[in-house]
């Protein structure tokens, strides 16, 4: 009995074998692959431009998203060296002072607790002046400085300065966090354009992608339709195009990493002798090797994307 | 079990354009006829219907026993590996030599490559253009591009060979090469069918004739019909 789906057959056909699956799949997604790479070099100049427009668009969120990297690195430099200044009650002296730096220095919350006694900070307050505030200095007879104990915090400083201004010995607390506050929420801020500028300029590299595939697809319309006659599958037809858009991608991203490393080297030695006149040793981090391969992976597959939506929009509108 | 039969087929283009009413035929295993009428008859939506190019808008068409209402999606890409097309302008990629144009549709069915190039070479031989594997279809006269392209639909040994026009652009001599060429496919257990509207050569074959008019079937002749003339 005939199956329900029974095709009629050539009677002299001798059915061409196919290979298996696994290796019939793997010869066309190679040659897909050979196919899509050999278009974009047959077309030098058109693959460059689509490649340098790409790699700008990927290149610029990516340089906002490095100096904001660095920008907070240096924030974190900075963080680590700020103190909070606790000034003791002038009725507190240096050997109750020197008993509380201690029980301090037990605390989760503290990395260091530095004594200055009431000699050590009138030393450095003549030391620091001259003239007129240096007669005035020693015109005072009692010293009238308090014992200050400099503290340097680990974790949450916020917390700590309200437990230290709460402390019975303290008379008030230095602790500027509001330059800290600014800080973080300008990161926060650049942080958030970006993302935004990241998704903007994604969505056009998308878009350039597709452009350029669908221009592509215009241009083979012709061979696509005898391909579609002779039994092509979707898959088929749509395969090296998703190549094409991936290696779009993967040169875009290479090319925007090559930018941003040349910007970088062009960068690094003004920005060093910039920090080294402030006394610091700050230098750029360039991107490292993780990140790269995964800048190139996000190309590709922003590439890859594009491709797929322009030629699945082609595929649904030559279905019957 | 016949090859293809039409059910009372009708199709009316999305502009309400009617180009088949009420079809009813069947094409039996190694059989070949053709299809004739005027310009607008409805030979090529027939032929489209048959390569699932269009749907039907009511009845059914069905290769073998499947119905091809009820293929879809992959299945349509399948159906096309089943049945051969020869195109009035042959539809050859010109950038790719005769032999690559005609193993196409084994490279579709993922067939090994040391396999594709013996069976080319044995179907260019088929249409005496064994020596002309290597040439780019640019290079060929219109009745060897006109064989290219019989021969990329017979590669994949077809039940059924559909041809739209095939001798439309070619010389009387050619078309008689052709047709020759069609000819001898029932032999090898391949059905034909041929639209055309060039009466004279359809007369010349003696082959079955359905004759369209207005998408209708208005005359059904057997070879033997035709030769009492």
């Not at chain 2, 549709?105 to 020596?131: A, F, H, N, Q, Y």
Request: charge should be positive; aromatic fraction near 4%.
């Amino acid at each position: 009995m005939a199956k329900p789906n029974a095709r009629p057959v050539a009677a002299g056909a001798t059915a061409a074998k196919p290979r298996s699956a696994v290796a019939a799949w793997f010869d066309h997604h190679l040659q897909s692959l050979v196919a899509s790479l050999g278009r974009m070099l047959r077309k030098p100049w058109a693959t460059l431009l689509t490649v340098g427009v790409m790699a700008v668009a990927l290149a610029l969120p990516l340089g906002l998203w490095l100096v904001l990297e660095n920008v907070a690195r240096l924030g974190g430099t900075v963080e680590q060296s700020r103190e909070v200044a606790v000034f003791l009650k002038q009725e507190i002296d240096p050997a109750r002072a020197d008993t509380l730096a201690r029980s301090l220095r037990a605390r989760a919350d503290v990395a260091s607790v530095t004594l200055r006694t009431p000699e050590q900070g009138l030393a450095s307050l003549r030391e620091a002046s001259t003239g007129v505030y240096a007669d005035a200095i020693s015109a005072v007879g009692e010293n009238p400085l308090p014992s200050v104990l400099v503290v340097r915090p680990r974790g949450d400083e916020r917390s700590l300065a309200q437990a230290l201004q709460a402390l019975p010995e303290t008379d008030f607390v230095q602790h500027d966090a509001i330059w800290r506050d600014r800080l973080d929420r300008w990161l926060g801020f650049g942080a958030r354009v970006a993302w935004v500028l990241a998704a903007l300029l994604g969505l056009g590299a998308l878009l350039v992608v597709g452009n350029t595939v669908r221009l592509d697809i215009q241009s083979r319309r012709e061979e696509i339709a005898v391909l579609q006659s002779l039994g092509a599958t979707d898959g088929f037809i749509r395969r090296p195009f998703l190549y094409l858009g991936a290696a779009y991608g993967l040169a875009a991203g290479a090319l925007a990493l090559g930018l941003l490393t040349a910007a970088e080297f062009a960068l690094r030695q003004p920005l060093r002798a910039l920090a080294e006149s402030y006394g610091s040793r700050f230098a750029l981090d360039a991107i490292d090797p993780l990140q790269a391969g995964l800048v190139l992976a996000v190309a590709a597959a922003l590439g890859w994307l594009g491709a797929g939506v322009v030629t699945g929009h082609f595929l649904r509108q030559t279905r019957a | 079990m016949t090859v293809l039969r039409f059910d009372n087929v009708s199709k009316q283009y999305p502009g309400g354009q009617q180009a088949l009413t009420d079809m009813s035929f069947s094409v039996n295993p190694g059989e070949m006829l053709f299809v004739t009428g005027h310009s607008g008859a409805g030979k090529s939506t027939l032929l489209k219907l048959i390569h699932l190019a269009e749907r039907p808008t009511r009845g059914a068409v069905l290769f073998g026993e499947r119905n091809l209402r009820n293929v879809s999606g992959r299945g349509v890409a399948m159906h096309r590996r089943e049945v051969g097309v020869v195109y009035q302008d042959h539809r050859l990629l010109t950038d790719r030599s005769v032999a690559e144009n005609v193993g196409l549709p084994l490279v579709l069915r993922g067939v090994r490559r040391d396999e594709i190039r013996k069976r080319v070479r044995s179907v260019l031989d088929r249409v005496s253009l064994g020596t002309r594997a290597d040439a780019l279809p640019t290079q060929l006269s219109a009745g060897e591009q006109q064989r290219v392209g019989i021969a990329r639909a017979l590669i994949g040994e077809p039940a059924l060979l559909v041809a739209d026009e095939p001798t439309g652009n070619l010389d009387p001599t050619l078309s008689a090469e052709i047709m020759a060429l069609f000819a001898g496919l029932p032999e090898r257990g391949t059905s034909v069918l041929v639209a055309s509207h060039d009466l004279g050569l359809v007369k010349r074959m003696k082959k079955r004739v359905l004759v369209l008019d207005h998408g209708r079937l208005v005359d059904d002749i057997s070879p033997e019909e035709l030769a009492d003339g």
